[in-house]
């Protein structure tokens, strides 16, 4: 399984318009080789060089399979309809739905798409958060990929 983006390749910088010092839209993002017996995806955006703890920018659970690719730009509603249905968690800014790349001044940090294909339909409400989602999938994981973007924003002068 292979999950990339449009918007920016593996271990690339994520374009300012998917951060929090743009117009902080969720990138488009497109996945090949997920296995016929998947039942569902999930998706978590984290950032494992945050100070003190990974924090995390993005929950996203509940994808069909058949789905191959999410748009930029999707809403923050914890319950996404239409052609792409899902249920958005509660990230680390404790909204649901995608907030961007936000460091503190420094050097750059890592932001990693992770996309789990699962062999069982999870039975969670929306709003789930990155711990609750992970212990729910926990003996249910087929398969991962992962693509890693890049943000840092300059120091103060």
Known sequence: MQITSPAFS?????????????????????????????????????DPDAPGRVFVHWVLYGIVPSVTALPSGLSGDARLTGAIAALQGTNDFRKTGYNGPCPPPGGPHRYVFTLYALKQELALPPGA???????????????????????????AS
């Open 10 to 46: 593996d271990r690339g910088p994520i374009p300012r318009a998917h951060t929090c010092d743009g117009a902080d839209q969720s990138p488009p993002l497109a996945w090949t080789g997920v296995p016929p017996d998947a039942r569902q995806l999930a998706l978590i955006v984290d």
């Open 129 to 155: 958060t990155k711990t609750v989602l992970l212990e729910a999938m926990k003996g249910h994981v087929l398969e991962q990929a992962t693509l890693t973007g890049t943000y840092g924003r300059s120091r």
